[in-house]
């Protein structure tokens, strides 16, 4: 079992910035990529951004692509989702994931399907 725990959302302007964390618990953090996801409302949840089990791969959606950044932290079994010049449609709960850890070291997936474990999510909301 992981247990993800996320934080860092809230209330910001367009333009400005935020920076997420996703805390990881239970077994090997490095052995798992990871995963953000987002759902705003009356919408289905997206995918945003992954990182491979060894942070040298990374994915990003293309509305967020030189915008957003996704960074781990094995040492701190941690994730983090920086988002820059943030926009109203931008507005959305993320949410962080866990991938079977049978994936590959340059896994990178994108699909929900694809993770086993979810955070509670955190709500971010850009003000116009």
């Known amino acids: 079992q992981v247990q993800l725990v996320e934080s860092g959302g809230g209330l910001v302007q367009a333009g400005g910035s935020l920076r997420l964390s996703c805390a990881a618990s239970?077994?090997?953090?490095?052995?798992?990529?990871m995963g953000w996801f987002r759902q705003a409302p009356g919408k289905e949840r997206e995918f945003v951004a992954a990182i491979a089990k060894s942070g040298g791969s990374t994915y990003l959606t293309d509305s967020v692509k030189g915008r957003f950044t996704i960074s781990r932290d094995n040492a701190k079994n941690t994730v983090y989702l920086q988002m820059n010049s943030l926009k109203p449609e931008d507005t959305a709960v993320y949410y962080c994931?866990?991938?079977?850890?049978?994936?590959?070291?340059?896994?990178?997936?994108?699909?929900?399907?694809?993770?086993?474990?979810w955070g509670q999510g955190t709500q971010v909301t850009v003000s116009s």
């Open positions: 239970g077994r090997t953090f490095s052995a798992y990529a």
């Open positions: 994931a866990a991938s079977s850890p049978s994936g590959g070291y340059y896994y990178t997936p994108r699909m929900a399907h694809e993770y086993s474990y």
